[in-house]
């Protein structure tokens, strides 16, 4: 058997640790040749394992099909974009702003359209550069899951392909059990290739702002006392923009890493390099406590006085706040000039060992002993970032 190029790609993913190779890869031209696809394997005598892929940023092989079909999202994105077809569809309806968009759009793009037209989407994840189709088969987790709840809950309604092969429109009034299946469905109840998603007005600008600590509890409490404030309003009125709340809390291990400035996003000043590497030689892992709150021109004037009453009484090391404001496509975008400092020094394509957990509040002093002070810390691994992202059950 002669191996093309493009299967070989299907066998790889972000995670680089698991290879399947497949018999061949399907690029669709169009949601029914998916559909078709699907059909000709649920009505032979001998069905065939389907996969979709979308990025590939899977870790361990979750869009691959040993020996079977891989559905390469990316053909729709080309067709879309030969055809100059938009990436988002614009919708209003009395109850607000809805966005369609493809299964096979990245968020990236679904971003830059929206911001262009002053609308967004409320809940993201941390890099943009994944497909609709590929983190709603997963749930899509950033700082703002604690006030939006994941990607899969902005979600009104999807097109599906089944594993019949039909293609199914679905909500939570209408197929409502396909519909609750494929959200956070990881790929094995169909194939969205759209999604209408919730919009809201694009807020301009980000105050985004870095706290440290040294005491993990002091830490921790510090993050659930913040998503804790959420919807909270000033006034008691029910005028969104009166929110209080931060719009976007996580946090993150500082260890010896290499540069302070991780691939992530460069935040410390250099000027404060010897200062904070310093103090991660006394104490061997600092907490950075992430927040953001974002604002335009209307609220300007308010957001510094805003972020210091919620900031008042928290119990970060004295002298170590750190500020910036950018724009909010900036502060969304962040992760991706650390992808392509890596890509440009073929630190990207190396495997990724990756581990996602929920962790209750009750057990999370015994995390960080066990963890990160004696499994992370002893063991001496410093490589790769360590996110922890505080969370309402509620959401
Ligand atoms: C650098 C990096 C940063 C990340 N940051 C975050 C983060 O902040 N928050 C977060 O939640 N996740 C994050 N992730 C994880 C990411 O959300 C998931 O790995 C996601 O699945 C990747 O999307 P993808 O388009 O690459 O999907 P793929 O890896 O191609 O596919 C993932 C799964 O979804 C299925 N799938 C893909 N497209 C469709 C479709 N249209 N219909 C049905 N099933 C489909 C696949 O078959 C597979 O099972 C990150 C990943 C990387 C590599």
């Known amino acids: 058997m002669v191996i093309n190029r493009k299967e070989k790609s299907a066998s790889r993913d972000f995670g680089n640790l698991v290879h399947h190779l497949p018999r061949a890869v399907f690029h669709p031209r169009s949601p029914q040749d998916i559909a078709s696809l699907v059909k000709t394997s649920y009505e032979s005598p001998a069905p065939f394992t389907i996969s979709v892929k979308g990025q590939g940023h899977s870790t361990r092989g979750q869009a691959m099909a040993r020996g079977g079909v891989v559905v390469d999202m990316r053909a729709l994105r080309e067709e879309n974009n030969s055809n100059k077809k938009k990436n988002i569809r614009v919708i209003w309806r009395e109850e607000g702003y809805y966005g369609d968009v493809g299964g096979e759009a990245l968020w990236a793009d679904v971003l830059r359209e929206a911001a262009e037209m002053g609308v967004a989407p409320a809940s993201w994840t941390d890099y943009l550069y994944l497909t609709v189709g590929g983190t709603l088969s997963n749930g899509g987790i950033s700082g703002q899951s604690f006030k939006y709840g994941p990607q899969i809950s902005i979600v009104h309604e999807m097109d599906v392909i089944t594993g019949k092969g039909e293609l199914v429109t679905c909500s939570s009034h209408t197929n409502s059990e396909l519909f609750h299946a494929v959200l956070g469905g990881l ?22 702002v870095r706290l440290l600590y040294n005491d993990f509890s002091a830490f921790t409490k510090d993050q659930e006392r913040l998503i804790s404030i959420n919807g909270r309003k000033h006034n008691n009125n029910d005028n969104n923009d009166d929110d209080v709340a931060l719009d976007y809390v996580e946090g993150m291990l500082l260890m010896h890493q290499g540069p302070i400035n991780n691939w992530r996003s460069s935040f410390f000043p250099l000027a404060d390099h010897p200062r904070i590497i310093s103090l991660v030689t006394q104490h061997s892992i600092l907490y950075c406590l992430e927040l953001a709150k974002y604002y335009d021109e209307k609220s300007e004037n308010n957001v ?7 900031l008042e009484g928290l119990s970060y090391m004295p002298g170590f706040y750190y500020e910036k404001k950018v724009s909010y496509v900036e502060f969304l975008n962040r992760v991706r000039s650390g992808e392509l400092k890596l890509q440009s020094q073929r630190q990207w394509d190396v495997p990724h060992p990756w581990l996602n957990l929920f962790i209750p509040k009750s057990q999370i002093m015994d995390f960080d002993s066990g963890v990160f002070k004696n499994i992370i810390f002893k063991r001496n691994i410093t490589t790769g970032p360590v996110l922890i992202y505080p969370m309402n059950r509620s959401k």
């Open 304 to 310: 510094d006085k805003e972020m210091q009453g919620l």
């Open 187 to 208: 790929g094995q109840f169909g194939i969205i290739t759209r999604a209408r998603i919730a919009l809201h007005p694009a807020p301009k600008m980000v105050k985004w």
